[in-house]
């Protein structure tokens, strides 16, 4: 299939050349064509003959003005169709390109304000370290005090421990000086009580042999009691030097022990501090950097960690111009009263504008606005011909399945034009238009004439929650604004509720709520508002007076009845 370009430039400025060039055969046929006999003749039939020659000539001027008209206008038309055409798709590229751009320069914001936030904290930590690290060298100055008494006594406990070992080797040696005499004690018991049996048994020893014995026994034991004595002189010596030992030993455990006490503060302190350091730490963590920096004292005092040393990025733009050798395209958003782009819940902008211009002055935009509801819009599209429509998208519309939307397609006065249905697949489809399509003349002229009727009647209308911007009440049935007076409930006999509400002007606000629907009327009793209640138990906006034309005196969403007002 072979390719066609369109060059709706070309057609644009076609049209006018023709324009221009049918003026000029305008000017040229008004021109003043009367021949007076005077001026060619006497004869009378020359002058009528030219008067109906240039006659005829002008009628056919008329004819071509009027082909030359309809044919400007046709090229006028169809370079506009195709520059829309061809401008929708300029628009959603540029609308991406500029939705790109602001979560750039917003990713940059955060990690500029993420890196500033780690600042900000490491010198806040910084701070608590040196305050902590402070407190710290008090105790710890003490404590050195401490360790050093603490040395004094560790070394004499040292001392003591070496005195000791110096007793215990001479306890061993006196042990082995014992351990001799204490045989040789036993060998003389032995000794004498075998020498005391010979002498107990009667035995006649007149050579005195057995006092020999006794007398030998005696002088041993003399001796070996002297030598016991000698050896005991060097236990009491050495007991009076483990006895100074010990004194000694009790001396330095009690200094011990008073040290001991002189440290429990000082480690009940120091304990206190860490856990209080801890604390801070971790409150710091849970602090957000920027109600530190509303501290502007701690802030001065320690501007060598919190300035940045980075350019900061710049602002997210408001906005997008892109131009070219053939032409321009803006993209604006709705500012709020801080003059940054105003978001949805979503954190997408409110509303944006998108405008193409080509360089013959052409220009097509498109503003979008999300409305209440997740993934309800309406978008605005005014057209190079300076027509302007209304698409209306509602995501989740009332009485409709999962996955179901519709698009409603008004002008710019609200007046239906087309609806569309998406089923869950993803698939649209018309379900109405209100132009035929008929070829027939009449079969369309009588189709556009019902479905005129049908656009009257609300078919093709999209429901007021989505045209309406500020209603009259909210969804809990309460004015929408605050200029009215407390409420006023009423009972209806038939169980249902009206609730009054006045002005300081006098006007009236009258909310009547049945089970599920409710009608909110004026002082006249003339309905302003319908709204209907949902299965989950919230209310929407079915109908508004907005949406209607009043012809005569009968209101068009009718009055309360009898027994509500």
Do not use: C
Request: net charge negative.
């Amino acid at each position: 299939m072979g390719r066609i370009t369109i060059d709706y430039d070309l057609m644009y400025e076609l049209a006018r050349d023709i324009w221009a060039l049918r003026d000029r055969l305008l000017d040229t046929s008004r021109a003043n064509h009367d021949f007076a006999p005077s001026d060619i003749g006497p004869r009378e039939q020359t002058s009528g003959a030219l008067i109906y020659f240039y006659g005829a000539w002008k009628k056919s001027f008329e004819e071509a003005w009027q082909v030359m008209t309809d044919l400007g206008n046709q090229l006028d038309e169809a370079g506009k169709a195709f520059y829309d055409q061809d401008a929708q798709g300029a628009v959603t590229a540029r609308q991406q390109e500029a939705a790109m751009l602001r979560q750039d320069v917003k990713q940059q914001h955060a990690a500029y304000q993420q890196k500033r936030e780690a600042r900000v904290k490491q010198a806040k930590a910084e701070d608590l370290r040196r305050g902590h690290a402070a407190r710290q060298a008090v105790v710890d100055k003490q404590q050195a005090e401490l360790d050093k008494k603490r040395a004094v006594l560790d070394k004499g406990q040292q001392a003591l421990q070496k005195w000791q070992e110096d007793l215990d080797k001479k306890y061993e040696g006196l042990r082995e000086k014992q351990e001799p005499l204490q045989k040789r004690q036993e060998e003389l018991l032995r000794e004498q009580r075998e020498l005391r049996k010979e002498q107990s048994s009667g035995r006649k020893d007149p050579e005195g042999e057995l006092q020999k014995k006794q007398d030998a026994l005696n002088r041993e034991q003399e001796a070996l009691q002297a030598d016991q004595d000698a050896l005991q002189l060097e236990w009491d010596d050495l007991q009076r030097q483990q006895e100074d030992l010990w004194k000694g030993q009790t001396e330095n455990d009690k200094a011990q022990d008073r040290l001991d006490d002189e440290e429990e503060p000082l480690r009940k302190r120091s304990e206190e501090l860490q856990n209080d350091y801890a604390e801070e730490l971790k409150e710091l963590e849970k602090t957000p950097a920027s109600e530190l920096e509303k501290d502007s004292s701690w802030l001065r005092g320690h501007r060598e960690w919190v300035d940045d040393p980075d350019n900061p990025p710049p602002p997210v733009p408001n906005g997008l111009v892109r131009e070219s050798p053939d032409g321009r395209t803006e993209i604006s958003y709705k500012l709020d009263e801080n003059g940054e782009i105003e978001l949805d819940k979503n954190g997408q902008p409110v509303e944006t504008t998108t405008t193409v211009t080509n360089k013959n002055g052409l220009s097509y935009s498109e503003t979008y606005r999300s409305l209440p509801g997740d993934g309800n819009s309406v978008t605005t599209v005014r057209g190079s011909d300076g027509s302007v429509t209304k698409i209306y998208v509602d995501n989740n519309p009332e009485g409709y399945g999962p996955g179901e939307s519709m698009r409603y397609v008004t002008d710019d006065k609200g007046a239906p034009l087309e609806t569309w249905r998406k089923t869950p697949d993803g698939e649209w489809g018309k379900v109405w238009d209100r132009s035929s399509s008929s070829p027939d003349e009449e079969v369309a002229e009588e189709e556009n004439a019902q479905k005129a009727e049908e656009a009257a009647n609300g078919v093709g209308r999209p429901p007021a929650y989505l045209t309406v911007e500020k209603p009259l009440v909210d969804g809990g049935g309460r004015p929408a604004d605050d200029s009215f007076s407390p409420p006023m409930a009423i009972e209806l006999p038939d169980g249902n509720t009206r609730t009054d509400y006045m002005r300081q002007d006098g006007s009236e606000l009258r909310v009547v709520t049945t089970d599920t629907a409710r009608y909110v009327a004026d002082e006249r009793n003339e309905i302003q508002e319908v709204w209907y209640k949902r299965r989950d138990g919230t209310w929407y906006l079915k109908e508004s007076i907005t949406q209607h034309t009043r012809y005569g005196d009968e209101p068009p969403l009718g009055t309360l009845g009898v027994n509500w007002q």
